[in-house]
Structures are given as C-alpha cells and as structure tokens.
C-alpha cells in the first residue's frame, strides 16, 4: 500500500502552532486527525512568542527561502481580513548596539544583496516609517524592512481551530506525556499518559523544545540548543506603535488590546529553573525590560508588565529546522524548529502534503532528522 493510501488516519502529539496548522493542513486535505497535546492548546512557546514574521539578517539559504514562503502565507491570510487585531504587517525595525553601527551597514548591505527590503534610517527620519518610536532612542543607523509583520499565536491556534473543529478533527486536551507506538518498526499510533491508545497510519511529533526528548525513545537523536526565555505582555496604554522592534536591550511588538509583547535574552542569569520544571524571575528584572521597552517610546510612558511566561524556546541543535519522516522509524514524522511562528502555516501545509503522499518537498530537503544521527 502507498503511504497516500494509507495515512488516512493522522495522530498529531503537540497542540502549538505547528501541531494545529499541520492538523488544519490534514484535516483539509481530507485526512481523519487526532491532535493529542499534554495540557492545553498553546501552552508551551506559542503562547509566550514574540512572533515577529520575518526573514531579517543572515542565515542559510533554503531556511531563508522557507521563512520568505512563511511571511507569503501570512500575508495571504492577512489580505483575506486586514481588520484582524492579531495579524498586522507594519514592518520591523531593527539596531545594534551603540558603537556597532558598521553592525547595522553590514547588515542592510547583506539584505539588499539578496533582496529582502531593508531600508537604512535616521532618527531624523525613522518616525515617518515606525510611529510611537522615540527618536533618541535611535542611533545613527537602524534598518526598518517594511515586508515584515507579527502575529498573536494564541489567536491564530483560536482561528485555526475553528476550522479543525469544522472538518471534524478530534483534540485530546490533557492527554499527559504521549508517546509513539511502533510495531514492526513502523509507526502505529500514539498512547495517551492515561494508556489509552489511538491507533493511526502516520504520527506527527510537533512537540517543540520536548521534540527530541519524544523521539529519542525510538532511537532518534534530535539535537537541541532550546534556551530558557520569557515573554512580557504589559497592561494596556495607548502607545500607538506598529511596528516590531529590536534593539539591543528591548524586542517590542504590538499585541492585541493595545498591550505590548516583550522579551530579550540578557535577564537569561536571572531565571530560576525549580525542581517541578516551573521557572521564576524577580520582578524587578521585569520591570526593568518594562522600563527598557519605555525607553523606546515616543515620551517614555509608564509601562507596566501585566503578566509573563517563562520556558524554553525551541531550537534544534544546530539552529537549523528539523521537518520530515523518521527514516528509521517509518510513519513518524517530526516537525521542530526554531522560528515557528515564521514558519508555522507554511510548514503545516508542507508537513501534510508530505504525510500524505509520501512525496518529499524539495524546500525541506535540507532539514531532515537525520542529519544528527
Ligand atoms: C520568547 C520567544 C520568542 C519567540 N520569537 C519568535 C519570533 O519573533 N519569530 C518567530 O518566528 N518565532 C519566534 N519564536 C518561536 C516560536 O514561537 C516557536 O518556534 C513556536 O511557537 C513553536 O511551536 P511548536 O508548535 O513547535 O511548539 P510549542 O508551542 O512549544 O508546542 C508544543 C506542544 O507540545 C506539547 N507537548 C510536548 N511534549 C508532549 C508530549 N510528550 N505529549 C503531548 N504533548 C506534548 C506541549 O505541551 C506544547 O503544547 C519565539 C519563541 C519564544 C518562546
């Protein structure tokens, strides 16, 4: 029997972006899906992500060409309803660290090689692009891409999965740790924490920062650099700011209810991660990346952290995504990257059609598993 003759029946362990959209992806193309995650959708990264959509800065070639085919998906939902609160395409703007401005040249120089739309500012000139941004906060250079965009995950998996819900998928909420079955090396469903099992043609791991930890039973080694990080979300004000901002103390983006999202890396010493697996950061470290976002605003605003969320980021081990079917373990299929808010209707559209033909997509080639083992 083909592979398409066969996956007709699809377990998907993972209820984040890239385990909803691959489960839309299946459910459109007529598949029967069950999407197992182990407490609540959206409980890991993609309800704490920045998601800022882009393809900003250096990288290899084909995962540029990908996040470029992520950002087009994107834009085709957006142009679908441009009202949206949680999806906007306002740009980016970006700066290096005061004294690396050659940082900044080189990186522009780099972009416009390859056509990516990058365009050098002033502070003298940045406001007309990027409204809300105070200009001395600017240095002598900074990049605005203006194709650039950003998403609310947790809204997307909402919108995404009204529409699972209307094909007929199944979701199992607290199904605990699931695993895969395997019998005669091949992949035959998945068992739930409870013992339950559900038997399927093919099986989805999209299981983030977890994802090797899930293959690694079969044999599979996934390599993983997935670091702790936190999300800030601030109370409401009215601080106008559209686009996305990165700077060298602060990455800002706008988020629904005229909030702000929030989150960097150098507070990654002040994170405490407990026995239990939670993790705990003092509130002043907070407030300090609330007053650091402040800074960057047209009148420095009193802006206050609301609510924020710690917990790993998934990377896999060299950076690079893994996508694509065990070859050890035939009708496993792993979907684990770093940028898979970029990625993440774009790659559950490429997920699925190779899950149910069985044909490789040539933009995923160079992101198989195997290449750790
Ligand atoms: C702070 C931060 C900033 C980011 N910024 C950006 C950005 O600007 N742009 C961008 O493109 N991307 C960004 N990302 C990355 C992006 O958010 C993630 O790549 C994406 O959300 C990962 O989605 P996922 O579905 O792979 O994993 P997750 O969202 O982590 O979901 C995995 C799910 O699997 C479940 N699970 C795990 N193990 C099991 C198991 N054994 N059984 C059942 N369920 C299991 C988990 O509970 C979880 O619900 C950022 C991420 C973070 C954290």
Known sequence: MSVEESAKHVAVIGGGILGVSTAVHLLRKGATVTLLTETHLASEATGRSLSWLNSAG???RPYHD?????????????????????????????????GHETDTLSRHSYETAHAYDSHLHTPETVTAVAPAVDRKAVPSQ??????????SLPDLVDFLMEEFDALGGELVLNAGKVTVVVEDGDATGVTAADGRNYAADAVLVACGAATPDVVAPLGVTIGNASPISMLVITKPFDHGLKAVMNTPRAAVRPNPGNTLALDHDWYEADITEHDDGTFSIPDDIVQELANEAAKLLDGTPDVKPASWKIGRKPIPGDGEPVFGQLKKVPGCFVAFTHSGATLGLVAGELMAGEILTGNPHPMLETFRPERFS
């Open 142 to 151: 900074a990049i605005f891409n203006p194709g650039e965009g950003w998403v």
């Open 58 to 60: 250096e990288r290899s």
């Open 66 to 98: 990908l996040r470029m085919a992520g950002v087009d998906r994107y834009r085709t939902l957006y142009a679908s309803d441009p009202t949206r609160e949680w999806l906007q395409f306002s740009g980016g703007l970006q700066w290096a660290e005061p």
